[in-house]
């Protein structure tokens, strides 16, 4: 399949940055400040959601990834081999989004609530010798002390304790990252806690995942080293009728505790987006984590695509201003498909979306809706849609020395060829 060539994409870029000119934008200062946005790609994608604790286990928690398409990772080296090619194919320098049965044991079964920062030290070394700063999850999910769909909400005291214990040695573990890559973890907490019809007791779960959540933070870390984060979901399977971590309840957790509040663009309706949400929250938080997903009729965790409501999310993000205060990870996993197209093509639609929202006149709109010119307004965001973003992005790619338009899965396609095929 044909790309552009160099000229071609000087040229289209050139013509572009005229046309934004006319609009007050600045192309160069929006690439400047897109190439400071680091993207936190998930691991799970390259091998289903995994890990290396139980290899071939079953995947729990009301999680599945669907498909069988040849080159899963089988260890962790795998996975930090195909990671690498995805970096490669991104401009822009960004991060890695680590779970706990990701840990390298050396072959020993280390339970989740002993983990300790010396299993991740190969994550470490790669992060540190690649620029990566990494971010963190506990693993609440895929385990027999999780098999009836409760954690940190459980009625039994000890399988409640075991996973707070769990939960406490993560935060020392992205304390450990963030103290050994100079960037903080984000550490983030999700649960599959609920019922699968409805409850006749709503609010013990809810106390209970309350005081777990509270012993889990009572250690003070250095937000330099740490920061802590909360997901909530409207359902899963297994948990139709009712979630412990509603959105009602982390929502007011994460304000009164002064952490992160995560929104998971898969875990609500399927009909609600998250973008609207998002300046909302900021004026009573101080920071969000985003997960970038796509769910289809539920949280089914889809490769992201250059949908509305990316768009959308990407717009809200900018025009509050908030590009520092939001931590932007990605979150699907899809096993039908070439898994690094799937991390790549994601990603990339991730930072396009930013890039085209950084590409907006946001004054002029500003003050046409004070000035009540709605008029106006309407008629510029529907030009904007249709302006020339596309050769801003090419000319960014070349710029940052990766390829350009289709010519990523041509590596890709070599990739399979030369390493995934004979896993």
């Known amino acids: 399949m044909s790309t552009p060539s160099e000229n071609q994409v000087r040229q289209a870029y050139q013509l572009a940055q005229e046309r934004y ?3 007050g934008v600045d192309t160069q200062k929006a690439l400047d400040t897109l190439q400071g946005v680091a ?29 069988n398409y040849p080159g899963k990772a089988r260890s962790a080296d795998e996975l930090r081999r195909d990671l690498d090619v995805v970096y490669s194919l991104l401009p822009g320098s960004h991060r890695l989004n680590l779970h706990a049965i990701y840990a390298e044991t050396g072959g020993r079964r280390v339970e989740r609530n002993d983990l300790l920062p010396e299993h991740f030290a190969a994550w470490k070394d790669w992060a540190r010798a690649n620029g990566h700063g990494v971010d963190f999850n506990p693993t609440c999910f895929s385990h027999p002390k999780a098999a009836d769909g409760f954690t940190l909400s459980h009625r039994d005291p000890a399988i409640r304790q075991f996973w707070v214990d769990h939960c406490i040695a993560c935060r020392r573990i992205g304390a450990y990252f963030g103290s050994e890559l100079g960037t903080p973890a984000v550490t983030n907490i999700w649960v599959p806690d609920g019922y699968k019809d409805t409850p006749a007791d709503r609010t013990t779960p809810r106390r209970l995942l309350c ?37 009602e309840f982390y929502t007011a957790y994460t304000i009164s505790r002064g952490i992160l509040l995560t929104l998971d663009a898969g875990h609500f309706h399927p009909t609600e987006t998250i973008a609207d949400k998002i300046s909302s929250l900021l004026l009573f938080l101080d920071q969000l984590l985003l997960h970038v997903s796509r769910g289809v009729r539920w949280d089914s965790d889809h490769v992201v695509t250059y949908t509305d409501d990316l768009q959308a999310i990407a717009q809200e993000i900018v025009r509050a201003s908030a590009l520092g205060r939001v931590h932007i990870g990605l979150d699907y996993f899809d096993a039908s498909i070439n898994r690094i197209a799937a991390w790549t093509i994601g990603a990339r639609n991730t930072l ?21 010119d709605y008029s106006q307004r309407l008629a510029l965001m529907e030009e904007l849609k249709v302006m020339p973003a596309n050769a801003v992005w090419d000319y960014y790619c070349l710029q940052q020395g990766v390829p350009v338009g289709m010519a990523f899965m041509e590596r890709i396609k070599d990739y399979e060829q030369k390493e995934l095929i004979h896993r």
Request: charged share 20%; with cysteine; hydrophobic share 45%.
């Open 39 to 67: 993207i936190s790609l998930h691991c799970w994608q390259g091998d289903d959601v995994g890990g290396f604790e139980n290899p071939g286990g079953e995947l729990g928690g009301g999680l599945a990834a669907t498909g």
């Open 352 to 372: 396009r979306a930013l890039l085209q929202a950084l590409l907006e006149p946001g004054d002029l709109l500003v003050q046409l809706e004070a000035d009540g």
């Open 21 to 23: 000119a006319a609009m």
């Open 211 to 247: 005081e777990s959540l509270d012993a889990i933070l009572a250690e003070k870390i250095d937000p330099a080293l740490n920061l802590d984060a909360v997901e909530p979901k409207l359902f899963g399977i297994g948990s139709e009728s009712y979630v412990s971590g509603s959105m």
